[in-house]
């Protein structure tokens, strides 16, 4: 057990503390209790920053299903050391706000429950070399983040919003998983250091194409890129908490953390420079384009994450290109694409970090974010505008804040991918920088949006619920955090650079020798360049689109409402909900006998289908056992009471004919000398009597059910073919030698298991996790009976839905 | 009509512990003769079930307070937490040891941790089938 299992466990383990103890804690301490597990995480990793820097990496494996080849391995490198530290700092102060934020009378419990139950699952995503495991904790944040949005689960908007992140983000994450499993038949390995290591041999086969493109499905949805972006703004009806954790700083850089790891395998396609960057620009454009029109504080900031989650993606899009063009001196420039890309990852994790703790502040004063009703709160709130002056700022890249160095680099990087002349560069590539520009200059007017419309002009104090005042001291230091952390990363960029990203830099580029090359230093000065120009003229162009805002804000009508990405999203599920309810009618019409038909007859099909089709059928009369004269008994016995059956008249006779069937069966057990079969079946055969005759009360009487001529004969056609079914396989199974004899297992069990009764060291030691899952199935199935019979909705009970 | 039961329920109160005895008896010899955690499991729920059926629920209830989901629960953690546990031992997850322990009284033993594993099979396999016949019976 080391340190770095700890680290992914810790979460877990307090999350699954808070929700049996939670009773025992006194409510406002909840919150404290939880703050240690982010704040004693986030120092521990601070340990291993020297380390890393100096180039090493920390990997252990815990074997969990070697039989599978599914080991636990944690993999600590610079790239996930840096996003681990982004979970676990932005996170104590996360959790440090919602103890001010959220009111004492809420669900804390949950809260913290599933916020921890996140941070868990994203520090296993990191932290993960192998590939099912990572896929299953990036199912895990999806699932946390599912149960965050609908925190506020009374709220229709919240469980649609739910629905939605959920719908998209899981449907990429299967097809990610799709995409893992390529690469394991590619390559013959889950580990993604192994398939980093054997690239070329993977690189020229034909599934390699088809596992970008999954792997890519997964990254996008994730990380909210164009077309799939449209649940990010619907999942601002979780807490601001929520939104700032999840929303903005972590859980959608997954996709971004994807990416950078996965650009040593694929990064040398000119499809993945293409597909990265080119998406990655229209969510750049198309997130700052809509941020504008919207009216809702929360929804501008949205929007502006969907932008800049797509800035960054184009950036590690382009920083590619020097995992296609190979090592040497002049390549080395185009890293410092994928190098601006870490450096504003970790700035917008600062200042969106901030925005939305500053958003989060003013909803929670004034009991609005509508800009519309929001104006001239500068004196009432000095504090929380400086928050959003520094943050906006940042954001709009002007200095001294550090979203100006990010924004130079991201400049400078669309300037150089245009003098390549490769992937068609030369005849396209001039528009990545128009892109980028008039994108830039959108954002920088969504910034002088969110300050200005809510800090400056008149104040409306009577459509504000509250009256305007600052808030309190708990809620503004965690902000504060990160804005002074805004200055700092301006004044001392090197520092982050050299400890932080120059290692995180070699996990993206592990073939190129040196990290220290990888890592350009960072000035906030260098130059009338065109760098410097562009950002001038976003600024004036910027300020006149700001000042002219009422009068081309028209253009936002001109996309028909119909045809909007969300609409289309709508009539896709409304359809796919009509056309499979309309599919499921047909068949689940209630009558049990059809459901009966229906399972007999794919029995039928699939088994007697098979041997068939195999020509497994082989009778052998000569090896079979002798019949004895009371086994005849017996057998008559069991043909009498199944005939009976269908004549009886009552169902208590049906049931005692079905015992003496099953007891039939239980001697036939002792005969054949299987002692545990026999006395399994006896107390089955006990139990399901004793559930048939507890049910009686609930059944009607027994009665002749109308049926026609030809349905009579076509269920007896049925009932004699799944009969000879059983009993062809029954008689033919003696011959049949396609599996694997059993024998084995007789030799091996008290060897391996220490045990005599083979079919219990089967069950308990060589088929343990089968046992395992089927007992977990049996609780949560008995769980299913009790919740559907005792918490079903009372006749009288009022609609809960839709308040 | 009320039926008179007087012989039922002197005959089950012999009878439950015979049945109970043999789902402890049936459980402990599973590892090197037939029984084992589901077997043993399923005789120990239907005595209780058996008791359930003759006496009423509420009078089981007092003598027996047990909330069988609960117990259910713990069975499920008890199976999935000796797996997890093999994991503290650097041993991949699920797996099982056992050896030989001489014991005071007892003499020389064979322990094994499946016992623990067949253990939380018994109780989850006791607490659903009894939660699930209390459930149904219970339903108006």
Known sequence: MTIDLAIILAPFFMAACIAIFYRKIKRNWVGWIVLFIPIILFLTLTTYIPRVANGHTFSNTYEWIPSLNINFTTYLDGLSLMFSLLITGVGSLVILYSIFYLSQKEALHHFYCYLLLFMGAMLGVVLSDHLMVLYVFWELTSVSSFLLIAFWHHRKASRAGARKSMTITVSGGVSMLVGFLMLYVMSGTFSIREIIANISMISGQSLFIPALFLVLLGAFTKSAQFPFHIWLPDAMEAPTPVSAYLHSATMVKAGIYLVARFTPIFGGEMIWFWTVTGVGLITLFWGSFNAIRQVDLKAILAFSTVSQLG???????????AVHLGYSDKTVLYTQASFAALFHLMNHSTFKG????????????????????LGGLMSFMPFTFTIALIGSFSMAGLPPFNGFLSKEMFFAAVLKITELD?????????????????ASIFTFVYCLIIVGKTFFGKLKPDLLEKQPHEAPVGMLIPPFILISLVVLIFFFPNILGKYILQPA???????FPSVKELTPSIYAWHGFNPELYMTMGVVVVGVILYHLLPRWKRIYLLIPQRFTLNAMYESTISFSENFSRLVTRRYMNGDLTHYFIYIYVFFVAV???????????TFNPAIDAKIEGFELILVFIMVVAAISILFAKSRITTVILNGVLGYSVAFFFVIFRAPDLALTQLVVESVTTALFLICFKFLPDLKPEPSTRGVKISNGVISILVGATVTIVGLAVMNYEKFDTISSYFEDSYNLAGGKNIVNTILGDFRAFDT?????????????????IKLKAKKEGTDIENK | MKINDVILKT???????????LGVYLFFSGHNAPGGGFIGGLVLGSGIVLLYLTYDIETIHRKMPFDFKK????????????????????????TQTDGYFTLPILGEKHLSTVTIFEAGVALTVVGTLVTIILSISEDE
């Open chain 2, 71 to 94: 117990v259910a629960a713990f069975g499920v953690l008890l199976a999935t937490g000796t797996a997890i546990g093999s994991l503290y031992f650097e041993a991949p997850f699920l």
């Open chain 1, 354 to 373: 901030a925005l939305f703790m500053m958003v989060g502040i003013v909803d929670h004063e004034l009991g609005t974010r509508d800009i519309r009703r």
């Open chain 1, 607 to 617: 088994v007697a289908g098979y041997f068939l089709f195999t020509e497994g059928i």
């Open chain 1, 772 to 788: 395992m899952l089927e007992v977990v199935v049996l609780f949560i199935a008995g769980l299913g009976v009790y919740t559907l």
């Open chain 2, 11 to 21: 005959v089950v109160k012999g009878v439950v512990f015979i049945i109970l005895t």
């Open chain 1, 311 to 321: 800035l960054i993606m184009s950036l590690l899009g382009l920083g590619s290109v």
């Open chain 1, 422 to 438: 490769i992937f068609s560069l030369q005849s396209v590539g001039v528009i990545i920088p128009i892109v980028a520009w008039v």
């Open chain 1, 505 to 511: 830099m070699g996990s993206i580029y592990p073939t």
